[in-house]
């Protein structure tokens, strides 16, 4: 078999981005609804909500760890196997990739006074403001990472001739034209994610028996937030695919299988391709492309024809775009079904449908499914740019002839800390249950 650096240096940052973005995901959405619950305890003094923000950061900082870790793994990785690469992005777009780092520390020093800091003030808005910077720090280190992504998609702020790069200009480069839907999107994406990935573990304590006020409570706070996020994410989804035909429009057109630029396009789900290009068994949804990409139904859109065959992303990214939409609407619904059924539970005890108890659980998974999906699309849709217009791919990997063995060994590595991670917090949880500490703070032992 033929040793191909490119291929082997795409399939280890692939493999290293799907494992990071887990752990970033809830990196960034959890301390929101840390916040939120504390915040919800001191308003209506209520100790269930206190209790779940001490469960909810305990596990935080467990996927904090192991964020640093794979982070770290991600900038040795740009520098090894993207060496081209980073000799004209490393200085063109080093300023948000110092200010993470930056946003890390901030967010890491008060991390650490928050948790040990738990019942040492009179008043608890005093503990609660030390999450604040948290939640700030998380966030940010997101929108200055997302930038460098966004740049990726839209480079500006410097002139390359003959592979030398000058007149940087750092704050251009980073507020391109990508910055303010992409940075949107991850933070909207990662607030419902985690939400939803929150309200998954509440469901799933339901459906085991453990019908605590706790857990209702929590399932209530959570799934709420789901679905404010899930809608502030499809906003800006609507506003992403605007971008795409501004500025990607081969991106938008690889997702649509839209190969004839024309006016009234539709939205193409599912189907296959023949030979010929033509889509069969796609379900189509008159006027839906046009609207996605200008605002009106009898807009024109740009075709994938209009792109230079060796510029064109791969097709497949329409499945893997379908996927992502798919997912989002379901959440969406999902969220609004919990809404109906929560007035309803008011009838009977508290107590909601089995059946919608499964479905939430089952939504945790799939809103970090659907995470996955969007980086997939996001990153390979921008293909055969590493950096748009100004470099290919293939231009900018390593030659080195041990990528293979790294990828090997990075595969190992992170099978080992997905399962510590998993073992750790089993044991946390089951060694801490929610019944015991109800009992032991002398919450009404929390039953209903």
């Known amino acids: 078999m033929h040793y191909d650096p490119v291929l082997y240096s795409r399939m280890l940052t692939e493999l290293t981005l799907a494992f990071h973005i887990i752990f970033a995901t809830i990196g960034v959405g959890v301390p929101l609804m840390i916040a939120l619950a504390e915040w919800t305890a001191i308003k209506r003094n209520d100790p269930y909500y206190s209790l779940m923000a001490r469960r909810w950061a305990r596990g935080f900082v467990i996927t904090v760890a192991v964020g640093v870790v794979t982070g770290t793994a991600i900038g040795l990785q740009l520098s090894l196997l993207w060496p081209s ?68 998609n839209t480079p500006q702020g410097f002139k390359l001739q003959n592979g030398i790069i000058t007149d940087i200009q750092p704050l251009v480069a980073m507020f391109n034209p990508a910055t303010p839907t992409k940075v949107a999107h991850v933070l909207a994406s990662s607030y419902m994610t985690s939400a939803f990935i929150l309200a998954a573990i509440a469901a799933f304590s339901l459906l085991k028996k453990k019908d605590t006020l706790y857990h209702r409570k929590a399932l209530k706070l959570t799934m709420t937030a789901a679905l404010v996020f899930s809608l502030s994410t499809a906003l800006v989804g609507d506003l992403s695919g605007k971008f795409l035909a501004k500025y990607q429009p081969e991106k938008l057109a690889a997702a649509e299988w839209h190969f004839e630029t024309s006016e009234n396009a539709p939205l193409v789900l599912g189907g296959f391709l023949t030979k010929d290009n033509e ?98 699309y996001a990153e390979v849709g921008r293909q055969p740019w590493i950096l748009r217009g100004f470099m290919k791919t293939t231009e900018g990997a390593t030659t080195s002839t041990h990528v293979d063995t790294m990828l090997v060994l990075f595969c190992f590595l992170y099978i080992l800390l997905g399962l510590t ?7 946390l949880f089951k060694n801490n249950d929610v019944q015991e500490e109800l009992i032991a703070r002398g919450i009404e032992g929390g039953e209903a």
Request: charge should be positive.
């Open 85 to 152: 690469f980073m000799r004209i992005a490393g200085q063109a777009i080093a300023l948000p990739l110092f200010l993470e780092t930056f946003a890390f520390f901030f967010e890491a020093i008060f991390l650490g006074i928050y948790l040990y800091t738990w019942d040492r003030f009179k008043k608890p808005m005093m503990h609660f403001l030390l999450l604040i910077p948290v939640v700030i720090g998380s966030s940010a280190s997101a929108f200055f990472i997302t930038t460098v992504n966004a740049f990726m």
């Open 279 to 376: 889509i069969k068994y796609g379900l189509k949804i008159p006027y839906a492309l046009s609207i996605l990409a200008h605002g009106s139904p009898t807009a024109e859109v740009q075709g994938l024809n209009e792109t230079p065959v060796k510029e064109r992303p791969p097709l497949y990214v329409h499945y893997i775009f379908d996927m992502m939409v798919s997912i989002g609407i379901f959440l969406t619904l999902l969220g609004f079904i919990y809404l109906w059924a929560q007035r309803r539970a008011h009838k009977n005890h508290g107590r909601y449908p089995r059946w919608l108890l499964r479905l939430i659980t089952w939504s945790g998974p799939l809103a970090m499914l659907g995470i996955e999906c969007g980086w997939v």
């Open 421 to 427: 991670v998993i073992k750790v917090l089993g044991k």
